[in-house]
């Protein structure tokens, strides 16, 4: 094992790849988006751009990480060879490293709200009234300490490493994750209004799948939640061993993180028209579905309490189903900075991790503070525009500034007959024209359109 750690087996990575790609993306977002954007329609979309330029850019990183071995900033610097791209390299990984420091800011606060709720449900099990409402308002201290009680999370990973830290927790949490969410889904499905949700979410109403705003949201969902653009799955690349084969690693992320978001799909969707059917408001006054932070807060809350005794339960488990979904995300972010900072000022695990983790919830605190101004700002700044533009500029890294030659041979490494396969035949153009334009296309949609 080399001395800057790396994933001990094949389904190592894998639990670790799918654990940072599977998140409050998937469970939050992706459901969230579906309410927003018609349903069906939002899921059949989100699909194909996941296929169509998330998983090309998470093989430019994943393949610029293998070979570089080192974290994105160094990365990009190494497979430049001209002073100027040297330069550029060196810049677009420091901003990468940035959105993804900003990132985990907002997400850990957005989890701890994820262990709030979540012991809500036991303090009101236990009759603790005052402690319930208190869990669940919005304040400042309640929302720091769980900010800070998520980030020692987080940082207790971490301070372990690749193997014994990231791989060996990822590991253990995925299984649970899918455990939790299937048997989430079963119990709703025997719940009346549960079809009405299932028809809702299975069948697209192709007239809405051209739609821009349509169109923006599922490149930004696909984005976000195959964690791209901002060194994350760059520095999991690196600790991947040569002799795995890469196409099939990156493919089996994507299936699996496009699975959960159609499983939580299944749980969340069916989830409100139980709610609806138990007497909850769903739609708002001007008729569409109540989705981003009123479906999780609001609908799904008010639903578990409908459901009488079970509800706590059925509470608890979604909550820790958020909470894990989270945590297997927020350790791929910090060791974007981590490994930067191990790597740039030879310091220890151990140390790097404080340090950093102390920055970014230094971070989150200002967010908190500043709330309304800032929340919004930084969600936005880091994943509609940020992630995008990270992304492509990967692609122009990966397509124009890389030697192909040398390009090539890292893929081939651990795939011996690639030169037969459909990617060899298209992925190496098609990440080189293709894929900018279409995200140019789709930005400058976003931002003028
Ligand atoms: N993919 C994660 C999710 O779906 C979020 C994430 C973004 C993780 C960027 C790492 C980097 O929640």
Redesign the pocket.
């Known amino acids: 094992m080399s001395a800057r750690g790396e994933f001990s087996s094949r389904i190592g990575f894998i639990m670790a790849a799918a654990g ?10 992706f459901p969230t988006n579906v309410a927003d954007n018609g349903g069906g329609a939002f899921v059949f979309v989100y699909i194909i751009l996941t296929f169509l330029l998330a998983y090309p850019i998470l093989m430019a990183e994943l393949t610029i990480g293998r070979y570089s071995r080192s974290n994105m900033v160094d990365g990009l610097a190494k497979i430049s060879s001209g002073a100027k791209s040297r330069h550029a390299g060196h810049w677009v990984g420091t901003w990468a490293l940035i959105v ?1 420091s900003l ?2 800011a907002f ?1 850990s606060i957005v989890a701890g709200w994820m262990l709030a709720y979540g012991l809500e449900a036991v303090s009101s099990m236990l009759g603790l009234e005052r402690f319930s409402t208190w869990l669940t308002g919005f304040g400042t201290t309640r929302n720091i300490i769980f900010c800070a009680v998520f980030a020692c999370l987080t940082v207790g990973i971490i301070r372990g490493g690749v193997s014994d830290g990231i791989e060996k927790w990822s590991t253990r949490l995925m299984p649970i994750l899918l455990v939790i969410i299937v048997l989430l889904i079963g119990y709703v499905a025997t719940l009346d209004g549960a079809s009405e949700g299932w028809r809702v979410y299975l069948f697209p109403d192709f007239a809405r799948t051209l739609n821009p705003d349509l169109l923006i949201a599922a490149m930004g969902q696909a984005f ?7 060194g ?2 760059f520095i999991y690349g690196s600790y991947i061993p040569s002799d795995q084969n890469l196409p099939a690693l990156g493919a089996s992320v994507t299936v699996v ?1 496009i699975g959960v978001a159609i499983l939580a799909g299944l749980l969340v969707i069916p989830a409100m028209y139980v709610a609806q059917h138990n007497g909850v408001q769903i739609y708002s006054e001007s008729g569409e579905l109540l989705a981003g932070d009123t479906l999780i807060f609001t609908v799904l809350p008010a639903l578990f309490e409908t459901m009488g005794a079970a509800g706590n339960f059925v509470a608890i488990a979604f909550f820790a189903l958020m909470t894990i ?2 945590l297997t ?2 350790i ?2 910090l060791e ?1 900075p981590v490994c930067y900072a191990i790597e740039r000022y030879d310091i220890s695990r151990h140390g790097a991790t404080w340090i950093v983790a102390g920055m970014i919830f230094l971070a989150s605190c200002v967010i908190i503070l500043n709330f309304d101004a800032l929340f919004g700002f930084v969600v936005d700044f880091t ?1 509609r525009y940020s ?1 995008p533009m990270l992304g492509l500029l990967l692609c122009i890294f990966a397509g124009w500034v890389w030697r192909r030659d040398i390009l090539l041979s890292e893929l081939a490494q651990g795939h011996p007959d690639i030169e037969q396969s459909l990617f060899w035949k298209i992925w190496p153009s098609y990440v080189r024209f293709v894929c900018p334009l279409l995200i140019a296309l789709v930005f400058y949609q976003s931002v003028f359109g």
């Open positions: 940072s790609a599977v998140g409050l993306g998937n469970i939050w977002g993804a990132i985990l997400y976000f939640s195959l964690s791209l653009g901002v994350t799955m993180d979904a989270a995300s927020s791929s972010m974007v994943t992630e």
